[in-house]
């Protein structure tokens, strides 16, 4: 059955340092992998999505995810935090025996001035 | 295009009543998705609707949960008789297609608290 571990559910970083948000899969077959994004009172909104073809995805807000097979990883990077990056952040997988979307637990991301 | 709207955005009830949450998919879309996020935890599915019918309710805790979709277009979920357990957050989602791939657009979600 297809996992999904983020690491770290706390992840500070400074206004205009690296992005760096870990997540590891488990899977028996390639996934399909997504993060997605809840700002405060809003809905999950998808970032960006892996779906077998380039393994260096590219989303929205200047968010970019590289699949790695061979270290089971699909960690999240963005070059330079903005404020208003400050969010929780989803990695997931698509469960290949249906239709649903299996979470990590979340990593709640806090940019500093 | 509206998104996908939930209401209530929050329900604060006493254990043992009964609460409906709705969801509005976007217009076109045949399937909707309930998740559930208890405190904490992960995010977790409920279950899967194609148009109106129940194609996946093997997230569904147990029997007190009834989602219903009738003439494929809104959903409703009833929680009858409530538990403290089953305070969270309710999210649902749609898409347009029936692939895993597809973009699942997912609603504010319903803050339930049961007291």
């Known amino acids: 059955a297809q996992s999904v571990t983020q690491l770290g559910s706390h992840v500070s970083v400074s206004e205009g340092a690296l992005v760096l948000l870990r997540c590891n899969y488990s899977s028996s077959v390639p996934p399909y992998l997504f993060w997605y994004v809840q700002y405060p009172n809003q809905g999950l909104q998808l970032l960006l999505k892996?779906?077998?073809?380039?393994?260096l995805v590219k989303g929205i807000n200047g968010f970019e995810a590289e699949f790695k097979k061979s270290e089971t990883s699909f960690h999240l990077t963005k070059p330079s935090a903005h404020m208003s990056d400050a969010a929780e952040y989803f990695c997931?997988?698509?469960?290949?025996?249906?239709?649903?979307?299996?979470f990590g637990a979340g990593t709640r991301l806090f940019v500093k001035a | 295009e509206a998104g996908v709207t939930q209401f209530p955005s929050h329900s604060v009830i006493e254990k043992g009543q009964t609460v409906t949450l709705r969801c509005d998919p976007i217009?076109?879309?045949?399937?909707l998705y309930w998740y559930r996020r208890v405190m904490g935890k992960e995010i977790k599915f409920l279950l899967h609707?194609?148009?109106?019918?129940?194609?996946?309710e093997s997230g569904m805790p147990n029997n007190r949960f009834l989602a219903e979709r009738t003439g494929g277009t809104y959903s409703t979920l009833k929680v009858q008789p409530a538990e403290l357990e089953d305070s969270g957050v309710y999210f649902c989602?749609?898409?347009?297609?029936?692939?895993?791939?597809?973009?699942?657009?997912f609603g504010p979600g319903t803050r339930l608290t049961v007291l």
């Open positions: 217009s076109g879309h045949d399937n």
């Open positions: 997931a997988v698509s469960d290949t025996g249906g239709f649903k979307t299996i």
């Open positions: 609707f194609v148009k109106e019918s129940k194609q996946d």
């Open positions: 892996y779906t077998s073809a380039a393994t």
């Open positions: 989602a749609s898409s347009r297609r029936q692939l895993n791939t597809d973009t699942q657009y």
